[in-house]
């Protein structure tokens, strides 16, 4: 058995240093030659071994893009793509179809068996082995270890992850419905995996963006929230004139267009705009005052009127009035196409959930979260918490195909994060703190925009707050 | 012992004699070894010093206390308490014990000794640093502070101030961070537990940076604050339960009760009090100097959807404050004219909860029909005052506005007690009286006359003049001076809409005929108006005119009047109670586990068919049972009665280590031992047998059902029997194998023969001799006093407690083979027996005789009955049961503490008290508050200098306990044990005793003070729980307004701790000690606000017209508290107001009578719409704010988040399984349906349609409607009412 501790030890018995996925990729191969292959390829001057340093891993692209026109191609999230619930059986096949898709990108790498099939073969009792489930529950044990509950479609069972094993610290980040490949042995009654090694669906190692060929930028905001007293009109007026002067062809703004009504008790008191309808109006006016030739996508958020339950549908016709035709709806998720860049736009929901699941995890940094949804290939996998996930015939928070870049809200906090060279940006707001924040001692960025060159991914933030910054030219 | 009247002497010795008659017969039962017990296992109760002493464990502090009561109020006496704490006068150590000790003692004392509270309420104190390097003081809450109710939490703080100043500890001062925490925490820990009332972020703040003390606390929850997390000074990111409750339902909600004593203690610091009432009270209710009241708007938030408005705040039209107390109000309970009732939809009987804007909170209404009622308007446009209930029901039809919804009748121990102040009464003839009125006038001319000789006009006579301006009284006097004629000595006038609404404004009776309104008698109207006989102005009209409406009208008739309408308070409909029989759901006949073999309705006889493979004989069942063992044959079985006869006893082993335990934890492994194992029952065999035994046909019985598995932690199981005869008799059992019945509490000091049904002879059979004149009982219409522990039950509770006494019987001659007890023959015969009644969430039952049944479906008893179930408790000394050396043994304490006094490091306190760690390593035995038995570390022991005198208490099973006056004692309370001092420990109280292995209760037969003659007492600190048994007593701990009642043999005979669940809160609601006799010392002190005078004195009255304090004439009002300590605090009582019948008025509300929410809301709305102290336009947009937009919006999340649930096994899952299969095998169901989301969507549409709603809530019912289209799709067929899901 490869153990993270020996992968490490032998690398730095020959003096270097290695990178944790590079650890991960051969204990996932199981392969401990491949070690010694690895550091007889490495050049020299390396310090770090890294995963380039792998002889056969190269970057791979998932696939051809097309580079013509429509310079914005919404991939999935179009108007229309979700559906309201039907039966009862919806949510068989909701969580049916997220163990299928996820499972199959466990699977190629741990072979796992059926869950079933360790109580009904004794053999599971010798050998070491891997199931693939999805997590029922997860809990910590008396001593500190933690207990998962998975199943798959032929039944369950508990996998204990000690704590004193290397990886802990990704048992520790098990959270419910999320589906795990684990590897480990069985215990002597037969009831209990004793796991050694997790696998989730995850970034391929060999992941590597697109980039544009063609000149251009996207500039990433959420949280508008028109209609609250806490709106902050004057930056608003001052990013709304520095877009008119920078060579941006793209806004996006995943979620919160407006503040809503009786999202929260007694919200009343504090709006500027009590109608909906206004609240919208006002927000078209806005945008019709940017120049025309900006593509502006608009996903809802958990204020916006439509339903709460993901993935949200777009704001209705009824609201849409006064909007120019280069506003496109969108709804949350949805994934876009930039000059082939993909941007998944996510409100982000699901911090909520996973802020508190995870260790260390904070609204401060919301942003780091984005990578664990990039683990766990999907953007809201607990089921029942905060979120509310409406079932469908597809799981559309699946993170498939896997984009360029993350692009979420909600947490009024901006930040970005890059894992796997999948790029995570989480924008600002522009609304200032709130009553509640206040209260739940949360400190907003507001009035930021972050624009991504699209030829090379690098992101950059413009802050508005006290005046304009430099227009943006490519 | 007070002294005690004769005729009261008798009446408890004749209680005493049936209790001690219903023992003897109960415990020749339980001697045959069917029950899990071989005997009786509810101990019978009795002075709250030692109660307290007992609790908190800290010897002599009983004395001390009996000392400082005799001096001053249980209040002032928990503060005072602290000085001798502070002077280290019982053996503390250091600031933190002195702290600890003094918060504990004060709590105990405040909450009666009953409550866990001051035990596992506060944690722990501790002594932190401030920013500027001073120390602070901080207490830690933890859950069970609940149980001391707001009043206790927030004194506690007040006390830890007290102790804190004397012990020149400083403030705390908070950090800024550390409020933003608080007040994040406290509106988590409402949306998990939801408070009783949430305080705004202003009085939150308010309260932390200004509260001398760090209130702190244990983590409750299993939340964590996601805002301000890692504080330096705040250890715990989780949830703080018990601080959260201190502050809101403490320190926000009890404010005024807190200044209260803060004024009485001159304590410094707390004026931010002032401010925060200020805030609470709305606008701002006093600015000390500013006079009066401002309307209160609290009773209507939360409005919910079929409770009907009656009357806005302090708005015309509304209920009309009459201070008074009817026979049956008082104590959270007013009086309503049965007309009102009646007129208001029927919505509030007899015993409904209205909420009100003043006082208190909420009130119990009670039929009075001395004061007035409504005045209405008819469809022909007639205006009526309803003059009773007869009259009301036939005008209900006819009514289309109610003008005034009629006087409302609350009494002065009410302000009291809620520390409000008086506000203006609307005049009534008990003041008139008190102004030198003598009869009341027949006619207007009579009336006039009395005026003119200098009295003021009658209450009867007089308009509502105030509620018109003065310009108005102008317009109607010359409109009628111009148009008006009187002919035949009515005055008519031509119908004009404007004068119309004067008249109805000031409730001046008329009738409309062809377009004339006709008003007869008219004098006093005409006279007020400045009109002589022929119409024409009087020359009052000339000259300078007064300003004030009622000055003018006094001015021009010449004649002294008073406002008619005092002071308005608002109401609206609260919780509609309910007596019924309590069940379980699903509800069994008997304890017997028939686990999944019974069906969904866990029925015997199913479970007997039951084969779980095919070709085998049925009613073979694998049932989790506890394992009991024969003592003379040593037989293992899970029956209670051996094969030989024998009683068989629990056999303990710990599951983990396997091994036999004695005792009640395992020695090996620390773990609680269990007595569980799978037994193979033929349930077939054992039902047929019990058939046979008892003589019982199966097709002659209905479903007999037992129970899904045993909860309890040996699992005893009863006998099957037990189970066919109550199911014959259509009765089901509790969880603690009693029988019981709900019902809702309504006080009543006085009863007449002809209301309760009951003849004069059979009463005077039963001790009424004479009505409260003293006149000898002859006539069904005199006025009786009830005493304190004589109950009327509602008639269907009588016929239900009718058939558990044909139960009892039955048992008693079928199974136990004793000879019947009851003999009733009709339900009339219950009258004189005896019941356990038992408050919600307690653990003491309190001993009452059944005199009477009414007809409205309440309870009405005594106040003091309904004030003993709350709180009552226990005490302990000298035999100590110690687990040392792997060696349970019962020794003296005095040996042990000598024993293990480690002289090397012992301390001594300047009263000469000896203390010390032990030497070595033992525990005690003691319990919880949950009378759960534990054996605790001992954790010190003490000698103490001794008292002059001892306590020496006896219970009735012959257990003898002396200890110091001020030493705590625990008593049970209906589920809980809670410590009082044993000074007020009283005869009758209940105490938790250890025999034979497991905690039971005893009542306390006779307490004697004894002169001390050693020099030293001893005691020792037990950890957590803080008590011990001694001589084999323990001690305990509630409240509620609705209990419930059963017959005094089946608790007796039936009822076995054993059956109780093991989990938190399992002992609550059993009655793990009957109190015999109530003493009114020892009761909530709520109850002695009670006022039994016949008159209130003037200067009540007076005091109101000035908004003066309720306290200012509490020397002036005849009330309990004024006859504490004598023979008077029980009998004697008077009261100011009569009624005719206690059961007028509506006896089911009309809420519970309307089956679907849509029927309830028309109801509701259509009655604000005819009240014109409502604005119904408001009543619907907060009906759809608090009640339908929360209720659609809630649904529609959750149906994204639901669980769901396995058809067959009912096992809940958090998301759907991935196999579509629940593990059983059964279709697995979603638990939020389309239906339960849509409910109320249709109904909130029409509202908005009808109702002038806002913009904003219409906006919201849009997008909510679109937001259900979205996720349900579009309405396939037509749009279900909830009128298709009810």
């Known amino acids: 058995m490869l153990d993270s501790t020996m992968i490490v030890e032998r690398f730095l018995d020959t003096k270097l240093q290695v990178h944790p996925d590079v650890v991960r990729y051969i204990r996932e191969q199981k392969d401990d030659r491949l070690i010694d292959t690895i550091i007889s390829g490495v050049p020299d001057d390396c310090v770090v071994v890294s995963l380039r340093h792998i002889p056969g891993l190269l970057p791979s692209r998932d696939g051809v893009r097309f580079l013509c026109d429509p310079e914005v191609e919404i991939i999935s999230g179009r108007m229309g793509t979700s559906k309201p619930v039907g039966r009862v059986e919806d949510y068989i096949v909701y969580f049916a179809d997220r163990y299928a898709r996820l499972s199959g990108m466990i699977r190629g790498r741990c072979n796992p068996v059926p869950i079933e099939a360790l109580k009904r073969n004794s053999r599971y009792k010798q050998e070491e082995f891997a199931v693939c489930g999805m997590v029922m529950e997860v809990r910590s044990t008396g001593n500190g270890h933690r207990m998962a509950e998975i199943e798959d479609s032929t039944g369950s069972v508990m996998a204990l992850f000690n704590k004193d094993r290397p990886d802990f610290s990704e048992a520790e980040r098990i959270v419910p419905d999320e589906v795990i490949g684990v590897r480990g042995s069985l215990s002597s009654e037969g009831n209990l995996i004793f796991a050694d090694q997790i696998f989730r669906p995850d970034i391929p190692f060999s992941y590597a963006p697109y980039t544009s060929d063609r000149k251009g930028a996207a500039v990433l905001i959420s949280d508008v929230h028109v209609g609250s007293d806490t709106f902050l009109d004057d930056e608003w007026n001052r990013f709304a004139d520095w877009l008119s002067d920078s060579e941006v062809s793209y806004l996006l703004v995943a979620g919160d267009l407006v503040d809503g009504i009786g999202i929260y008790p007694d919200q009343d008191k504090e709006l500027v705009i009590p109608n909906i309808y206004e609240q919208y109006d006002v927000l078209g006016t806005m945008l019709s005052d940017l120049p025309s030739h900006l593509k502006i996508i608009l996903a809802p958020g958990n204020h916006d009127v439509v339903r709460g339950a993901e993935p949200q549908p777009v704001i209705p016709e009824k609201f849409r009035k006064n909007y120019s035709s280069n506003c496109l709806f969108v709804e949350n998720p949805a994934l876009v196409n930039l000059q082939g860049v993909r941007v998944l736009m996510y409100h982000g929901r699901s911090f909520d959930d996973l802020i508190g699941l995870m260790p260390g995890a904070s609204y401060e940094k919301a942003y780091d979260v984005i990578p664990e949804m990039l683990k766990r290939r999907h953007l809201a996998p607990c089921y029942g918490k905060r979120t509310p996930i409406a079932a469908d015939t597809v799981d559309r928070l699946i993170i498939d195909p896997i984009p360029e870049v993350v692009h979420t809200g909600h947490v009024h906090i901006f930040g970005i994060s890059r894992y796997r060279n999948v790029l995570g940006i989480n924008s600002g707001t522009w609304q200032s703190q709130t009553a509640f924040q206040k209260q739940m001692n949360i400190q907003p960025t507001p009035a930021v925009a972050i624009s991504l060159d699209l030829t090379t991914l690098q992101p950059r933030v413009h802050d508005f707050m006290n005046d304009s910054p430099e227009p943006l030219v490519l | ?1286």
């Open chain 2, 1 to 1286: 012992m007070t002294e005690i009247s004769p005729h009261m002497q008798a009446y408890y010795d004749r209680l005493n004699a049936d209790l001690a008659k219903a023992m003897e017969v109960a415990q020749a039962a339980r001697k045959t070894g069917i029950d899990p017990e071989t005997h009786v296992e509810i101990p019978i109760a009795n002075d709250l010093a030692d109660r307290v002493e007992a609790q908190v464990g800290i010897t002599g502090v009983a004395t001390r206390i009996r000392e400082l009561e005799a001096e001053m109020s249980r209040e002032e006496a928990a503060l005072h308490i602290g000085d001798d704490f502070a002077a280290k006068k019982f053996g503390e150590t250091n600031k933190e014990e002195i702290l600890d000790h003094a918060i504990r003692t004060s709590m105990a004392l405040l909450t009666e000794g009953v409550v866990s509270a001051p035990i596992e309420g506060i944690a722990k104190v501790a002594i932190k640093k401030n920013d500027d390097g001073s120390e602070y003081l901080s207490i830690y809450y933890a859950g069970p502070i609940r149980s001391a109710g707001g009043t206790a939490q927030a004194l506690s703080v007040l006390v830890g101030d007290y102790v804190r100043n004397i012990l020149g500890i400083s403030k705390y001062k908070p950090r800024e961070e550390e409020i933003e925490r608080y007040i994040e925490e406290i509106r988590q820990y409402n949306s998990i537990m939801s408070l009783q009332y949430l305080p705004s972020e202003r009085e939150m703040r308010l309260i932390i940076s200004n509260c001398p003390v760090c209130i702190d606390g244990e983590p409750t929850e299993k939340e964590e604050v996601s805002g301000h997390r890692n504080l330096e000074r705040v250890e715990t990111n989780t949830v703080r339960g018990g601080m959260a409750l201190v502050i809101a339902e403490g320190l926000a909600l009890k404010a005024p009760k807190v200044l209260k004593n803060v004024r009485k203690m001159k304590m410094d610091g707390w004026d931010w009090l002032e401010e925060m009432i200020q805030q609470t009270a709305g606008s701002s209710s006093s600015d000390e100097k500013e006079v009066g009241i401002h309307p209160k708007d609290k009773f209507l938030r939360d409005l919910i959807g079929g409770r009907p408005v009656f009357s806005y705040p302090m708005r015309e039209g509304g209920f009309r404050l009459v201070y008074g107390r009817s026979r049956n109000t008082g104590l959270a309970a007013a009086g309503l004219h049965p007309a009102t009732l009646h007129i208001l939809g029927d919505f509030l009987a007899v015993g409904t909860q209205m909420k009100i804007e003043r006082p208190g909170k909420a009130a119990g209404i009670s039929p009075v029909d001395s004061i007035q009622g409504p005045t209405v308007r008819l469809i022909n446009g007639d205006v009526v005052r309803v003059r009773n209930a007869k009259l009301a029901r036939e005008l209900q039809n006819q009514v289309s506005s109610i003008i005034d919804v009629g006087e409302i009748l609350i009494s002065y121990g009410e302000f009291m007690e809620n520390n409000h102040v008086l506000v203006p009464s609307a005049y009534c003839e008990s003041w008139w009286r008190l102004e030198g009125g003598t009869t009341r006038p027949v006619d207007e001319d009579e009336a006039i006359a009395q005026c003119e000789s200098g009295l003021y006009l009658h209450p009867d006579f007089l308009y509502l003049w105030d509620d018109l301006s003065s310009s108005e009284i102008k317009r109607l006097a010359e409109y009628i001076h111009q148009d008006g004629a009187i002919q035949d000595g009515i005055l008519s006038f031509p119908f004009d809409p404007e004068i119309k609404e004067f008249l109805e404004r000031i409730l001046c009776e008329h009738t409309v005929r062809e377009s004339v309104i006709q008003i007869h008698p008219n004098h006093i109207f005409c006279r007020c108006l400045g009109l002589d006989a022929t119409l024409s102005l009087s020359s009052a009209w000339e000259g300078n005119l007064p300003e004030s409406s009622l000055d003018l009208v006094q001015f021009l008739s010449g004649m002294k009047m008073r406002s008619k309408a005092g002071t308005r308070i608002g109401g609206r409909m609260g919780r509609p109670g309910k007596s019924k029989p309590r069940e379980m759901k699903p509800a069994p006949h008997v304890l017997f586990p028939v686990g999944e073999a019974g069906g969904s309705r866990r029925s015997v006889q199913e479970a007997s068919k039951y084969a779980y493979q095919a070709n085998t004989e049925g009613g073979s069942l694998q049932l989790e049972m506890g394992v009991r063992r024969c003592p003379a044959c040593r037989t293992e079985t899970w029956l209670n009665r051996c094969s030989c006869g024998s009683h068989t006893e629990p056999v303990l082993s710990c599951s983990r280590c396997n091994i036999e335990i004695q005792g009640t934890v395992c020695p090996q492994c620390g773990m609680e031992p269990v007595s569980v194992r799978q037994y193979t029952v033929n349930v077939r065999q054992l039902f047929q047998q019990a058939l046979g035994n008892l003589g019982i046909r199966d097709r002659d019985l209905d479903l007999v059902k037992g129970v899904k598995g045993l909860v309890s932690r040996n699992k005893p199981v009863e006998l099957i029997e037990k189970g066919i005869l109550r199911s014959s008799h259509n009765l089901f059992v509790f969880k603690d194998g009693t029988v019981r019945f709900d019902i809702i509490d309504m006080p009543l000091t006085h009863f007449r023969p002809r209301e309760v049904g009951v003849s004069v002879e059979r009463l005077r059979d039963l001790g009424y001799e004479t009505d409260i004149y003293g006149v000898p009982l002859q006539n069904p219409d005199q006025v009786l006093e009830l005493p304190p522990q004589d109950i009327l039950v509602p008639e269907g509770c009588g016929d239900y407690l009718y058939s558990c006494a044909c139960f009892i019987d039955d048992l008693l001659s079928k199974v136990y083979g004793l000879p019947p007890f009851y003999n009733l023959e009709k339900r009339q015969d219950l009258v004189g027996h005896l019941v356990i009644g038992l408050a919600p969430h307690t653990s003491a039952g309190v001993l009452a005789r059944i005199v009477g049944f009414s007809k409205a479906n309440v309870g009405y008893g005594h106040p003091f009955f309904h004030a003993a179930k709350r709180r009552n408790c226990f005490h302990g000394d000298t035999l100590i049961e110690v687990y040392e050396e792997g060696m349970l043994k019962e020794i003296p304490i005095r040996r042990f503490v000598l024993e293990h006094l480690d002289l090397s490091q012992a301390g001594i306190d300047c009263i000469g008290t000896f203390y010390a760690d032990p030497c070595r390593l033992s525990y005690a035995r003691s319990v919880d508050t949950g009378g759960i038995p534990h054996l605790r570390k001992v954790t010190s022991v003490s000698v103490h200098k001794s008292p002059a005198n001892l306590i020496q208490f006896t219970t009735s099973r012959g257990k003898n306990l002396l200890v110091t006056p001020d030493h705590a004692m625990l008593v049970w309370d209906v589920s809980y044990l809670r410590k009082i001092r044993a000074l007020e420990v009283s005869i009758g109280d209940a105490v938790p005793l250890w025999e034979g292995g497991i905690v039971i209760s005893d009542r306390i037969i006779a307490i004697d003070y004894v002169p001390c003659e050693d020099e030293r007492v001893y005691c020792l600190t037990v950890d957590t729980d803080h008590n011990v048994v001694a001589n084999g007593i323990f001690t305990g701990q509630c409240d509620g307004d609705e209990d419930c009642v059963m017959m005094l043999l089946d608790g007796l005979m039936n009822f076995s701790r054993s059956f109780l669940p093991v989990t938190r809160g399992g002992s609550m609601d059993a009655p793990l000690v009957l109190t015999s006799r109530i003493t009114p010392t020892e009761i909530d002190k709520e109850s002695h606000n009670l006022d039994v005078c016949p008159t209130y004195p003037i200067e009540v009255y007076e005091t109101a017209l000035r908004y003066g304090n309720a306290k200012d004439v509490e020397n002036l009002v005849d009330r309990v508290e004024r006859r504490l300590n004598t023979p008077a605090q029980i009998e004697g009582f008077f009261f100011t107001h009569d009624t005719s019948d206690i059961s007028g008025g509506p006896l089911e509300t009309m809420y519970t009578q309307l089956q679907s929410m849509l029927d309830k809301l028309d109801c509701e709305l259509s009655l604000a719409k005819r009240i014109r102290a409502v604005d119904e336009h408001d009543v619907a947009e907060r009906v759809l704010k608090t009640h339908f937009i929360r209720d659609l919006q809630g649904n529609l999340s959750a149906f994204a988040k639901q669980k769901f649930r396995c058809t067959k096994c009912n096992t809940s899952y958090r998301r759907m399984p991935l196999a579509g299969k629940c593990r059983c095998g059964g279709n697995i169901i979603p638990t939020v349906h389309e239906g339960s989301v849509k409910k109320y969507l249709e109904m909130s549409k029409k509202i908005c349609e009808e109702y002038n709603i806002s913009e904003y809530t219409r906006q919201r019912i849009e997008v909510i409607d679109m937001n259900i289209e979205s996720t349900f799709g579009e309405e396939k067929i037509e749009q279900m009412g909830l009128a298709d899901f009810m």
